[in-house]
């Protein structure tokens, strides 16, 4: 196991670049990160405390810095250190300038400007909070998306993560014995999935579950056979319906919440094309 310091350098959040170095390490498995985040660095001053922090413990650098001052200060003391620094935009930037024929602002957080889209994006996660669960189903067809799925099929986390990407999405549980909303007949301009997952996958989610909250685990909410039924009748349901279908068993919410994506955007075009044609 090769352990290292990494110092990840924003004149932002930080998120993008925080993103991008987890992207690369996750290719290194072999390899245990001392991972040292430092956001909003838009003074010389701020830099010059970063460089006594990567003095002390050496490592690599990335970083993400549109001030040509403060890349110039950063660089030159990684020189000295005999340090690699990273410029991890660059590529992508120089790349678009060429494309475009055009310049770059020069503007740190670009991309957190609190514009039109920024503000569709808190009302995506406003509506996403008050519709979970089966909250407010009086206007579902408010909604982009509506996730469907047994307890435990990670409906919240994956709503609110395309919430974050604009996207206004409701979920409703499937549970054994109860009518689904009324108010989801009808509407086809909203994108229903249903989440599905193994029924040992599911056991395995819902005791743990169990465990957190000091229940007992022997209802029947665990229970093999049932879970099997449960799952496989809300399955039988979502082909009924017509419903298209993730299974969410070995996937990550990331990318449960980019083929759900992948679904709206055909979504989407379908739509437009039906509305275009005479």
Not at 104 to 111: D, E, I, W
Not at 213 to 220: F, K, R, T, Y
Request: aromatic share 4%.
């Amino acid at each position: 196991m090769k352990t290292f310091h990494l110092h990840l350098i924003s004149d932002a959040t930080g998120e993008t670049l925080n993103a991008m170095a987890l992207a690369v390490l996750s290719q290194f498995e072999a390899v245990e990160v001392d991972q040292h985040q430092y956001t909003m660095i838009r003074s010389e001053r701020q830099m010059a405390g970063v460089l006594e922090e990567i003095t002390k413990k050496g490592g690599l650098v990335m970083f993400t810095l549109v001030s040509a001052d403060l890349r110039q200060q950063l660089e030159t003391g990684c020189h000295v250190l005999d340090i690699s620094c990273i410029a991890i935009l660059d590529p992508a930037m120089e790349a678009l300038q060429h494309f475009l024929d055009a310049e770059t602002s020069g503007l740190p957080g670009q991309q957190h400007q609190m514009d039109a889209e920024y503000f569709g994006r808190i009302d995506a996660i406003q509506y996403t909070l008050s519709h979970d669960d089966g909250l407010k189903t009086d206007d579902l067809h408010h909604a982009d998306i509506i996730l469907l799925g047994v307890s435990r099929t990670s409906k919240t986390p994956t709503c609110m993560y395309l919430a974050n990407r604009g996207l206004k999405v409701a979920n409703i549980p499937v549970v054994p014995g109860l009518p689904l909303p009324a108010e989801l007949d009808g509407l086809t301009k909203v994108l229903i999935v249903g989440l599905t997952t193994t029924p040992d996958r599911l056991i395995h989610v819902r005791r743990s579950r169990l465990r957190s909250l000091a229940e007992p685990g022997d209802s029947g909410y665990v229970d093999p056979e049932i879970v099997e039924d449960e799952v496989a009748e809300a399955r039988r349901m979502f082909n009924r319906r017509g419903w298209p279908v993730i299974d969410v068993t070995r996937r990550s919410i990331e990318e449960s919440a980019a083929a759900i994506n992948n679904l709206y955007q055909r979504h989407i075009n379908t739509l437009a094309e039906e509305e275009a044609s005479p």
